[in-house]
């Protein structure tokens, strides 16, 4: 049968997602706790690979196996193998038509910024920082001219093995919370790098540094060296995966997130 997990990881301890030689990855910790459960190794596929830094409040991944154990089996007894920094919040057998990857009709990311003159030891690896006041209404001008059908290869790494750089960007949305702003990128999907290379961007403009209106003057030019800097991944997070409602899956937890409140999927 094929079976559907999701999970929650920190980022900041691993090298991301994707199984690498001689570093520490996410699926390396989550196919090793796999074996410890069921005693047969067990590869997986999931729904978007994240860099390194980079954390997943719902992440999606599929199996293939011949064991039979209950929803609640799965999540205990995986759980009992993988580090306090990754954890199954779900389990659910699916029909063979689901895909982690191929079966997502969009994904949603956030990324969590602080801003204050000092940095916060304690927000190191979970959130990004700026130490000066941003213009907010002038990144929402500019995050508006991206929504839409667009070739974003100015925002694409030069690792990035996407067959296109065309991607339909369905939303941006920007709060500020107290010393936090919080953003809220959704769409079909998301190129290498692509959402810390438009944040840079955002930046860039909110420090004043640029005109709302460069946003678009970047994205026509179609050149990564037309952008700014890739922002850091200490506070991106896969928040959601969307999947057509067929398959009847679970909502990510959002609950363990002191910022989670802000947000309804």
């Known amino acids: 049968m094929r079976i559907a997990l999701g999970l929650q990881y920190d980022g900041s301890a691993f090298c991301g997602w994707q199984s690498q030689p001689h570093v520490k990855t996410v699926q390396d910790e989550l196919e090793r706790a796999l074996k410890g459960f069921t005693t047969v190794p067990i590869p997986t596929v999931v729904a978007g690979r994240t860099d390194t830094g980079v954390h997943a409040l719902g992440q999606v991944v599929h199996f293939d196996t011949e064991l039979e154990r209950e929803p609640f089996s799965w999540v205990r007894g995986i759980n009992a193998f993988l580090p306090k920094t990754v954890a199954i919040q779900w389990a659910?057998?699916?029909?063979?038509?689901?895909?982690?990857?191929?079966?997502?009709?969009?994904?949603?990311?956030?990324?969590?910024?602080?801003?204050?003159?000092?940095?916060?030891?304690?927000?190191?690896?979970?959130?990004?920082?700026v130490f000066m006041p941003l213009d907010v209404e002038a990144m929402r001008a500019a995050a508006a001219q991206w929504v839409g059908t667009h070739d974003f290869t100015s925002f694409r790494s030069s690792e990035c093995q996407a067959k296109s750089p065309i991607k339909r960007l369905h939303q941006i949305d920007i709060e500020p919370r107290g010393s936090f702003i919080h953003f809220r990128f959704r769409a079909n999907a998301f190129l290498h790098h692509m959402v810390r290379n438009l944040m840079g961007?955002?930046?860039?403009?909110?420090?004043?540094?640029?005109?709302?209106?460069?946003?678009?003057?970047?994205?026509?030019?179609?050149?990564?060296?037309?952008?700014?800097?890739t922002f850091m991944p200490d506070g991106l997070y896969l928040a959601k995966v969307g999947y057509p409602a067929e398959f009847e899956l679970p909502e990510p937890n959002l609950g363990s997130e002191p910022w989670s409140d802000i947000w309804t999927l």
């Open 201 to 229: 961007c955002l930046l860039m403009i909110g420090r004043g540094r640029q005109r709302p209106e460069w946003a678009s003057e970047v994205l026509a030019v179609r050149d990564r060296k037309a952008a700014s800097p």
């Open 92 to 129: 659910k057998p699916v029909s063979d038509t689901f895909h982690a990857r191929f079966a997502a009709f969009e994904r949603t990311y956030y990324y969590v910024l602080y801003v204050h003159p000092v940095r916060s030891p304690m927000l190191t690896g979970r959130a990004g920082w």
